[in-house]
């Protein structure tokens, strides 16, 4: 009886406290948030595991053997990951005139909600290393550890988390097909390298998405999101077409503790999938990519693009990042 006049008496007590501090003047106003969901925990020894396992098929170049089996490995994935998956195939052109057999692999949570957000990683591997030191290299295909199956394996682990707790708004994952088959440096004299030469999958869906009047609110790209010493800047058109997003993601990293890879600072610009999506369907699209005044880091299209460049602790710290975003709008 006693502890009912108490709860009665301090509701009316902080009642009348709220109304007399919100006559003062100098009240601060603290911005209205959403009330927090725990963000699952990012398993980054789950995310290696899937870029290995996307390694260990070979290079996933179209037309192979390899890019044909890992293909039906991310779908199947997606799959057992509770996701409503599409793939789309198409026949796309390379700048040399070589037909791709290529296939967009789309897998979609909470279908009809209309608030959504996309994420997007391209899986196929480049067909050449034309930046190897060596030249007996360039015509060789590269493992794509960071490039193409690092930004894959995060979203697996990301897509495996999405299925064990909903976050209750609509997600997009597709895996995007031919962006890595640009014109190589060694035939430069021979083919413009025009940005339309990557992106080939990307650019395909966005004339073709998989559902007509597709729409998100805004789209995250992961490209080269796995090796050591990753440094991720503000990429240029990113900021020029999503800058409130690219700011909130870079300020989630920092408040997660990964202020080393996510730099607060404007970076240079780069041709990926990104630009096609926005450029196509008017989506903001931003691209979390290891690039810096020195390029893509020394292994980029080169063998040395191999697992001994992956880092559990770069994939945590991204992986952990867009997590938080998914779980906190
Ligand atoms: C260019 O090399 C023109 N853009 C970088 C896109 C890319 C290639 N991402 C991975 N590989
Ligand atoms: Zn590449």
């Given at each position: 009886?006693?502890?009912?006049?108490?709860?009665?008496?301090?509701?009316?007590?902080?009642s009348?406290?709220?109304?007399?501090?919100?006559e003062?003047?100098?009240?601060?106003?603290?911005?209205?948030?959403?009330?927090?969901?725990?963000?699952?925990?990012?398993?980054?020894d789950?995310?290696?595991?899937?870029v290995?396992?996307?390694?260990?098929?070979?290079?996933?170049?179209?037309?192979?053997?390899?890019?044909?089996?890992?293909?039906?490995?991310?779908?199947?994935?997606?799959?057992?990951?509770?996701?409503?998956?599409?793939?789309?195939?198409?026949?796309?052109?390379?700048?040399?005139?070589?037909?791709?057999?290529?296939?967009?692999?789309?897998?979609?949570?909470?279908?009809?909600?209309?608030?959504?957000?996309?994420?997007f990683?391209?899986?196929?591997?480049?067909?050449?290393?034309?930046?190897?030191?060596?030249?007996?290299?360039?015509?060789?295909?590269?493992?794509?550890?960071?490039?193409?199956?690092?930004?894959?394996?995060?979203?697996?682990?990301?897509?495996?988390?999405?299925?064990?707790?909903?976050?209750?708004?609509?997600?997009?994952?597709?895996?995007?097909?031919?962006?890595?088959?640009?014109?190589?440096?060694?035939a430069?004299?021979?083919?413009?390298?025009?940005?339309?030469?990557?992106?080939?999958?990307?650019?395909?869906?966005?004339?073709?998405?998989?559902?007509?009047?597709?729409?998100?609110?805004?789209?995250?790209l992961?490209?080269?999101v796995?090796?050591?010493n990753?440094?991720?800047?503000?990429?240029?058109?990113?900021?020029?077409?999503?800058?409130?997003?690219?700011?909130?993601?870079?300020?989630?990293?920092?408040?997660?503790?990964?202020?080393?890879?996510?730099?607060?600072?404007?970076g240079?610009?780069?041709?990926?999938?990104?630009?096609?999506?926005?450029?196509?369907?008017?989506?903001?699209?931003?691209?979390?990519?290891?690039?810096?005044?020195?390029?893509?880091?020394?292994?980029?299209?080169?063998?040395?693009?191999?697992?001994?460049?992956?880092?559990?602790?770069t994939?945590?710290?991204?992986?952990?990042?867009?997590?938080?975003?998914?779980?906190?709008?």
């Amino acid at each position: 009886m006693t502890k009912l006049i108490y709860l009665a008496l301090s509701i009316i007590l902080f009642s009348c406290g709220a109304k007399s501090s919100s006559e003062t003047k100098d009240i601060t106003v603290t911005e209205v948030k959403k009330t927090p969901v725990n963000t699952p925990v990012f398993d980054a020894d789950s995310a290696y595991t899937y870029v290995a396992r996307q390694v260990a098929f070979g290079p996933r170049v179209p037309n192979t053997e390899s890019h044909k089996n890992c293909g039906d490995y991310l779908a199947s994935e997606l799959t057992r990951f509770g996701a409503k998956v599409y793939q789309q195939e198409a026949t796309l052109t390379a700048y040399d005139g070589t037909k791709l057999e290529a296939r967009n692999i789309i897998g979609s949570y909470n279908p009809d909600n209309k608030k959504r957000i996309l994420l997007f990683a391209h899986w196929d591997t480049r067909p050449y290393s034309d930046e190897d030191p060596n030249p007996d290299n360039y015509k060789k295909p590269i493992d794509g550890a960071d490039d193409g199956a690092s930004g894959v394996g995060a979203l697996l682990e990301i897509a495996r988390q999405i299925n064990l707790k909903n976050p209750g708004i609509g997600i997009d994952i597709i895996f995007f097909d031919a962006e890595d088959y640009g014109v190589p440096g060694f035939a430069r004299d021979k083919y413009n390298d025009t940005s339309e030469s990557w992106c080939l999958g990307t650019q395909f869906w966005a004339k073709n998405p998989h559902i007509p009047n597709y729409r998100a609110e805004f789209g995250i790209l992961l490209d080269m999101v796995g090796a050591k010493n990753a440094v991720f800047y503000k990429e240029f058109t990113s900021m020029r077409y999503a800058a409130r997003y690219v700011d909130e993601i870079w300020e989630t990293a920092r408040n997660l503790g990964y202020g080393k890879y996510f730099i607060n600072a404007n970076g240079g610009g780069v041709t990926d999938d990104h630009e096609f999506v926005i450029k196509g369907l008017g989506i903001p699209c931003l691209d979390i990519i290891n690039y810096d005044e020195n390029g893509f880091g020394d292994h980029w299209h080169t063998q040395n693009d191999n697992m001994d460049n992956i880092s559990r602790e770069t994939l945590k710290a991204v992986g952990q990042t867009v997590l938080e975003v998914v779980y906190n709008r």
